[in-house]
């Protein structure tokens, strides 16, 4: 039987563990951003090709389901680990222990997965788990590296004491990736990380960057955005969405924000993402938020600042298309899933030059790149943009014919590609024959 055939007679049936960042939850809270976002368009478009998922993720809510259909061909899981609640990334070490145990049971410990995908070091432990106990391939997608968020830690922060936690994190991804069949990078960038820090081999790691869906994100006329959410019409609108977390970076822009104020009339910043208000509030996204509060009236520009907490993903994109400029000031992003989104919607991106967003954006082109930590750099790109529509509108034709190459649907060709090779790989090497 050709190679070609064999790819389309195995069997099509996938683990995904993404512990932490349940795919369904609204985006922007503490434990949810890109990877929640990434995990479940990924799904989405492996089942349009007859993939079947099931993605394992940790019950954080006793009003959720434990099964959720995401699909016909694809299903969210809720395992028990823990406390039925949010708990930190600290916490979640000692846990994923009960939740692996959770899921054997779950499976009723006959595994019927042809391979086992990891999202992050947590989900990448269960799965190497998964992988070691049933002799599956591994594939595994960090999202975002320990040892990176550790230097970025000590350079930002002045601060060279490490928790047990980071430690520990650190021990649990130099496992994951000896062990995992094929490494997912997101960027180029991550790449050379995996291979510096971790002595990952080249031909182990694929770069696949995350995908855009242009339907999803097709732009709404400005006007009707802003008037769907009680938006000022005639504000310059600076928007940021993500998690409520240091290294966002968000303090730049509030900074920036005052340098800016007296340069363009009516300015107006808006902060998307953390589960910040009633009584479901996250507590760490909260002390974030009272933080940034304290900065944005040190800065002056608490009265041009709106925080709107976490929002559902159908309502993302009206919020791109209502705003002129998008930023994104981190001091750490593995990819930037966020910029694709902001391309697509056709508004001009302004970006730190770090990790993945360095891949994503040519300076200048289809948008800027500003020095991170610096509120003066920002203030310059988002001044060109202001001052000139004819900038304006080459960085978003630029940036829209730039994002038609991150289309899921290229993307997942990839990935379908890499699963078919392993499973192939794998279904050989465990066959009578193979040791003949």
């Not at 960027?187 to 855009?212: D, I, R, S």
């Not at 994002?403 to 078919?420: A, G, L, T």
Request: overall charge positive.
């Amino acid at each position: 039987m050709s190679n070609s055939n064999n790819k389309n007679n195995h069997k099509k049936s996938i683990a995904m563990f993404s512990i932490h960042a349940d795919p369904l939850a609204p985006l922007g809270s503490q434990q949810t951003g890109g990877q929640n976002f990434y995990v479940r368009l990924l799904v989405e478009e492996l089942s349009r090709i007859g993939w079947e998922v099931d993605v394992f993720t940790r019950l954080d809510d006793q009003r959720k389901k434990q099964i959720v259909q995401i699909n016909k061909k694809s299903r969210v899981i809720r395992l028990k680990g823990g406390k039925i609640g949010y708990i930190s990334k600290e916490e979640l070490i000692t846990v994923l222990p009960e939740i692996y145990n959770n899921f054997l049971s779950f499976i009723n410990f006959q595994n019927s997965y042809s391979l086992f995908h990891g999202h992050y070091w947590d989900g990448g432990l269960i799965a190497l788990k998964a992988h070691l106990h049933f002799n599956k391939p591994l594939v595994t997608n960090f999202h975002s590296l320990g040892i990176i968020r550790i230097q970025t830690k000590e350079k930002y922060l002045m601060n060279k004491n490490n928790s047990s936690y980071l430690t520990e994190r650190l021990n649990i991804e130099n496992e994951v990736a000896k062990n995992s069949s094929v490494i997912i990078s997101l960027a180029k960038t991550e790449k050379k990380e995996l291979q510096q820090f971790y002595g990952c081999p080249e031909e182990k790691c694929k770069v696949v960057p995350g995908g855009v869906d242009l339907k999803r994100w097709s732009r709404v006329e400005r006007s009707k955005s802003r008037k769907i959410l009680n938006l000022d019409q005639k504000g310059f609108i600076l928007l940021y969405v993500g998690r409520l977390e240091w290294r966002k970076g968000i303090g730049t822009l509030l900074s920036a924000g005052n340098l800016l104020k007296n340069e363009i009339p009516n300015l107006k910043i808006l902060i998307v993402g953390g589960k910040i208000f009633g009584r479901q509030k996250n507590l760490d996204d909260y002390k974030e938020y009272k933080r940034l509060l304290k900065k944005a009236e040190q800065e002056k520009v608490e009265n041009i600042t709106k925080f709107v907490g976490n929002i559902p993903n159908r309502r993302l994109h009206f919020f791109c298309s209502a705003s002129d400029i998008m930023v994104i000031p981190s001091y750490y992003e593995p990819f930037g899933l966020v910029a694709l989104e902001g391309m697509a919607s056709k508004i001009p991106v302004v970006a730190s030059n770090v990790g993945g967003l360095m891949n994503i954006i040519k300076d200048a082109k289809d948008g800027f790149l500003f020095e991170p930590r610096n509120p003066l750099s920002l203030k310059e790109k988002v001044l060109l943009i202001y001052n000139s529509q004819e900038l304006r509108q080459k960085l978003i034709q630029n940036a829209y014919e730039k994002v038609k190459n991150y289309s899921w649907k290229s993307m997942v060709k990839k990935i379908d590609e890499i699963y078919k090779d392993l499973i192939i790989k794998n279904k050989n090497e465990n066959s009578p024959n193979s040791a003949i």
